[in-house]
Nanobody, 127 residues
Framework: QVQLTESGGASVQPGGSLRLSCVLS????????IGWFRQAPGKEREGVSC????????YYADSVKGRFTISRNSDTDTAYLQMDDLKHEDPGVYYC????????????????????WGQGTQVMVSS
């Protein structure tokens, strides 16, 4: 299995920005959908964004579209989630995850489609 390690979580004020990083080890990042998910206290895990290993297409939850940007750097096997204009509904533990390149449903951001997960990094939005 591949290993995923997130970093970059912090506490920011509303309207602020963060960039989360996810380093994949064990195989090249170009063979996996990389997804970002988040889980707030008392809520189920929800998909935020993912990027395709086939054509680099990106997919976003409606709640973050226009504010968050997913990307990857193949040279460093690192995926990023740039989060701008953070809002009070954005806090939670953010996880990166990997799904096989052949997945037909990873773009829909269902957690069950992703087989490898990082341990998460916490994002807080505090006024």
């Amino acid at each position: 299995q591949v290993q995923l390690t997130e970093s970059g979580g912090a506490s920011v004020q509303p309207g602020g920005s963060l960039r989360l990083s996810c380093v994949l080890s064990g195989y090249t990042i170009d063979y996996y959908f990389i997804g970002w998910f988040r889980q707030a206290p008392g809520k189920e895990r929800e998909g935020v964004s993912c990027i395709s290993p086939i054509d680099s297409s990106t997919y976003y939850a409606d709640s973050v579209k226009g504010r968050f940007t997913i990307s990857r750097n193949s040279d460093t096997d690192t995926a990023y989630l740039q989060m701008d204009d953070l809002k009070h509904e954005d806090p939670g533990v953010y996880y990166c995850a990997a799904a096989t390149w052949s997945s037909d449903t990873a773009k829909h951001l269902y957690p069950d489609d992703f087989g490898d997960w990082g341990q998460g990094t916490q994002v807080m939005v505090s006024s």
